[in-house]
């Protein structure tokens, strides 16, 4: 073997200084998963980008992708979520890409598209990476980590939650058509965690960490749930997304506080999610109200003598 001159070493140590971080594999996806017939049409790897959301927004907007775009990026310096949050991770410890769809379904039922890709994600990781997963409405992916139940130290030795925040999704118009993002974390260490209630596959047990196995599974998982809510022309009963969503959301059956637009804030049971993909509240005075966009936070239980508080 010839050995490589000193500058050359160099940047191949850069770029695999991190061994338990590959690199996506863009051929072997391609070839996986676009094939004739199939959802996904083109697939696209960068090694770093502001959003993936914005850039495949911004090429559908231009006429130039079909459906079933899909981009990912290795590394996101601008990810956003919900309510403009960012959402940063170290290169290749996650998931992060979009994928572009034009659902010939109502527009009214589009609004299903976030909470679709919801399950399509929490069933591919539950059989991939084989860990429980549940859904918080309207978009994240949460975890249980060993260590967090009954209030425990978490593995970053904050008090337990029950629950971490894994993934979310972020679904926006464009073109003629609907971009949906996803993040999830991956192999974050505790120490690389964003906040305390964040978590990752890794901490959470995952038997599995490498993300081309598991790009594969959401993918496929997403292309089988999309096309059967569009053979239902959208309609969450007749498809199942309705029971799916509702057997997984961990929203359901507790206190909450839906904090509104316009600076107002809605607390009650969420009993519900109605035909509409909306979270539905029974406030003390036994009011339901549906609830269409807001940020949702979980409250514990009341203790007696105490009041209700948020999660951390």
Known sequence: MTPQPPENRDKDAGRWSDLGRPPLNATALRRALVRPGALW??????????????????????????????LVAEEQSAGRGRLNRSWSAPPRSGL???????????????????????????????????IDTALKWPNDILVSCPGDDDGAAGPDGTPGTGERKVGGILAERAGSGVVIGIGLNVSLTAAELPVPTAGSLALAGARTTDR?????AVLRSLEEWYATWQSAVG??????????????????GRSVRAELPGDTA????????DADGRLVLATANGVRHPVGAGDIIHLRATRPGGDDSPEP
């Open 212 to 216: 081309d196995p598991l790009l594969r």
């Open 41 to 70: 049409t083109s697939l696209d790897v960068v090694p770093a980008t502001g959003s993936t959301n914005t850039d495949l927004a911004a090429r559908a907007a231009g006429g130039e992708v079909e459906e079933g775009a899909v």
């Open 266 to 273: 809605l607390t009650g049971e969420a009993v519900a999610i």
């Open 235 to 252: 309609d969450p009963g007749a498809s199942r997304l309705l029971e799916t969503y509702t057997a997984g959301c961990a929203t359901l």
């Open 96 to 130: 992060f890409f979009s994928v572009y769809l034009t659902p010939r379904v109502p527009v009214q039922r589009w609004g299903w598209l976030p909470l679709l890709t919801g399950v399509a994600t929490a069933t591919a990781l539950s059989r991939t990476a084989g």
